[in-house]
């Protein structure tokens, strides 16, 4: 079962979809309407799955269909997802990323600053590259170890897709990084068989 609690009112009346991505193709698995800033989905499963919660025009939120009861809050700058392990664990996950991202967003601010303190261009070009560095080696890390930590459930898979989407996105074709090379390179046999990122890794051959 999914539930959610929404306190925006724009949301009422919306249809609210839970969707799968198959072959780059985002397909409806349950959908139903938010009446009063709740909605509501249940139904069998066959397996453990990561889909995503749209709601709306744009937004959408990952969430780990499961057996149990997925809660979902959200409010004007906050989403939660709880209730099943594995949602708590990718939440936990989620919220360790948007902390190192808040600090790394904060930087344009700290050089704003050490302008006004009289600090020369390149002092400011040494101590924001260092911090930026350690924020990027930092979330290497928490992505790192969580991929690695899941490797034996779909949150492995998924963040480790994550990644290949985004090395995409950067290069315009099918393409590794060193992280992923490392991350794939000690991966057990059985989620390099995983379709997604067998099917990923065979196109960047």
């Not at 904060?106 to 006004?116: A, G, H, N, T």
């Not at 969580?146 to 990644?163: A, H, P, Q, T």
Request: aromatic share 10%; glycine share 6%; proline share 3%.
């Amino acid at each position: 079962m999914v539930q959610g609690i929404s306190s925006q009112s724009m949301l009422d009346g919306q249809m609210a979809y839970l969707k799968t991505l198959d072959e780059n193709l985002y397909k409806t698995l349950d959908s139903c309407e938010v009446l009063h800033g709740k909605f509501s989905m249940s139904g069998p499963l066959d397996s453990v799955m990561c889909v995503r919660l749209f709601l709306g025009e744009n937004s959408f939120i990952p969430i780990v269909l499961e057996q149990g009861n997925v809660q979902i809050e959200i409010g004007n700058s906050q989403i939660k997802v709880a209730g099943t392990p594995l949602n708590d664990r990718l939440y936990r996950f989620l919220t360790s990323c948007d902390s190192l991202s808040i600090l790394r967003a904060d930087l344009p601010k700290r050089e704003s600053e050490m302008y006004l303190e009289g600090y020369t261009q390149d002092e400011i070009i040494d101590e924001l590259a260092g911090k930026e560095m350690d924020i990027s080696r930092a979330l290497d890390k928490l992505e790192t170890e969580f991929i690695s930590e899941n490797y034996d459930n779909v949150l492995g898979v998924m963040w480790f897709m994550e990644l290949c989407n985004q090395a995409y996105a950067i290069f315009g074709y099918p393409t590794t990084t060193p992280q992923i090379d490392e991350l794939y390179g000690k991966a057990p046999e059985a989620f390099k068989k995983q379709k997604d990122v067998a099917d990923y890794m065979r196109r960047c051959q």
